[in-house]
């Protein structure tokens, strides 16, 4: 028996890649590394961060503190770990580490390294006697949400992509999850994107389980906003999804920022969905927006033990991703 963990089971560690000189945030790698720094802080508040840079002794020297820090030095082409980093399950009540093919989201990027370093950490010993297991199938952690109990939630534009494996049909996705995932359903929704990103649609950007009953999503209440139409047929999609004992899943509306753009006038993904439960925190990015501190108050309500950390994270969506795409826990 087999399945893919919820993010609020208790975590071993979680990873991180951090940004450099040959990745796209060279254009002003300083400002670029201040998020991926407070990310850190905020997980190793409670648990230990793998930290994949290309020199150790650089990366460390930026941190006050290194408590619960190992840095690890491994070639990478960008910071997007959530998506090449392991997929994690519990088979026969044992932690196996996945190492799904990564391909940039369809072949957008250069991806041959990242690619790569889930072998390359596994050989260097840190994750121990932990079995890893290479799959020729392409499948990114931000592309599925997890109840814990077997259901996975996802979007068609993302798995069912063309791009993806050759464009598979939900009946062949749905055999895929359930062979590598022990996914026993699969909810998919049909509806809802973001302008700006390169994900084609990654579940994590917009609905999160929180529990095995409750989903945050993003909520558009702007009918002038381009998002407006197919957020709304998202939500309405929502409110028809049932639990495994047939009920209604408690829903909570988290709200959308004020649109951001980049210098080029090209919408940016900017969501609070983007969030990482840790052991310790509820880590959120926040968009130097008036929403944020409403997004604050919700995550209180939906977290009430734990810790609820900010994260100014405008940097990150100028690059495409945010707080969750930054990193990937690895669970007990």
């Excluded at 799904?100 to 370093?117: M, P, Q």
């Amino acid at each position: 028996m087999k399945t893919l963990p919820p993010e609020w089971q208790k975590q071993r560690a979680v990873l991180m890649a951090f940004p450099h000189k040959d990745t796209d945030w060279n254009s002003d790698l300083k400002s670029a590394l201040v998020p991926f720094i407070r990310i850190a802080q905020a997980i190793a508040y409670a648990q230990p961060v793998y930290i994949i840079c290309d020199d150790k002794d650089d990366i460390s020297d930026l941190f006050c503190s290194t408590r619960n820090m190992s840095f690890i030095e491994i070639p990478t082409n960008d910071t997007w770990i959530r998506d090449f980093g392991y997929i994690s399950i519990v088979e026969d009540g044992e932690v196996k580490l996945l190492d799904f093919t990564f391909d940039a989201w369809g072949g957008k990027f250069e991806s041959a390294l990242d690619n790569e370093v889930n072998k390359v950490l596994h050989k260097k010993g840190y994750m121990g006697t932990t079995p890893l297991e290479s799959i020729d199938f392409v499948l990114e952690g931000g592309a599925i949400e997890s109840d814990g109990l077997g259901t996975i939630m996802t979007t068609t534009a993302c798995l069912c992509n063309k791009n993806r494996n050759g464009g598979l049909s939900k009946d062949e996705v749905e055999e895929k999850l359930a062979e590598y995932l022990g996914a026993k359903r699969v909810l998919w929704l049909d509806h809802g994107y973001l302008a700006g990103d390169d994900t084609d649609s990654h579940i994590d950007t917009l609905a999160r389980f929180v529990s095995s009953d409750t989903i945050a999503y993003v909520q558009c209440k702007d009918v002038k906003d381009e998002h407006y139409g197919e957020l709304k047929k998202m939500e309405e999609q929502l409110k028809e999804f049932r639990t495994l004992e047939g009920e209604p899943y408690s829903l909570f509306p988290l709200p959308m920022p004020s649109a951001k753009y980049n210098q080029d006038g090209s919408r940016l993904p900017a969501t609070y969905a983007n969030f990482l439960i840790t052991n310790g925190a509820l880590v959120y990015p926040t968009y130097s927006d008036e929403e944020d501190e409403y997004a604050h108050e919700i995550f209180k309500i939906l977290f009430p033990n734990k810790e609820i950390i900010p994260v100014e994270c405008s940097r990150l969506i100028e690059e495409g991703g945010s707080l969750h795409c930054s990193t990937m826990q690895i669970p007990f």
